[in-house]
């Protein structure tokens, strides 16, 4: 019998993330968490126990994912006029430009990486859509002086895993 040993570890460090939507904008992610997954279980009372069954549906937790802002705040201003051009997905509101309510989603993905530096496995984020953006703060008396960062928080139909 042969068990596989893997020696490799996954490293906190070794990671990128990408938005389908605006493929050409950089995010350098410095820090998320890949969410909670949750499977609530019914329970069912009976004389003396509480009997559990198995889930019948699966919930996923919000990502939230920390970003370095660039010098021109591109890819903060994508996901301000992203966020901001959501209010009409569920308006009367005629929406602007035509905009279908698919243009309010894009798929996402976290790619981890080898110690290498090579892709691994990529975290596939289904009909992602942005639900806060954080502060920008300019601060003068961070010694050394460090990126201005802030979060966005997006919440998504579901993830799966591909190793393409």
Avoid: H
């Avoid at 969410?35 to 019948?56: H, L, R, S």
């Avoid at 699966?58 to 705040?73: A, G, K, M, Q």
């Avoid at 080898?114 to 961070?142: C, H, Q, W, Y």
Wanted: charge should be negative; proline fraction near 7%; charged fraction near 20%.
């Amino acid at each position: 019998m042969s068990i596989e040993q893997d020696y490799n570890t996954l490293k906190s460090n070794a990671f990128t993330f990408m938005l389908q939507r605006i493929p050409e904008t950089a995010f350098r992610v410095t820090a998320c968490n890949l969410p909670t997954i949750n499977v609530p279980q019914p329970d069912e009372n009976i004389p003396g126990a509480t009997q559990f069954w198995a889930g019948t549906y699966t919930e996923f937790d919000e990502i939230t994912l920390r970003f370095i802002v660039d010098e021109n705040l591109k890819n903060y201003r994508e996901l301000y006029n992203w966020i901001t051009r959501q209010r009409y997905a569920s308006s009367t509101i005629e929406v602007p430009n035509n905009q279908l309510e698919e243009d309010f989603y894009s798929d996402g993905a976290l790619i981890t990486l080898t110690n290498a530096a090579n892709p691994n496995i990529i975290i596939r984020f289904i009909k992602m859509f942005p639900v806060s953006l954080g502060e920008v703060s300019f601060d003068v008396s961070t010694t050394p002086p460090t990126p201005v960062s802030t979060t966005v928080t997006f919440r998504y139909s579901y993830f799966k895993f591909s190793d393409e």
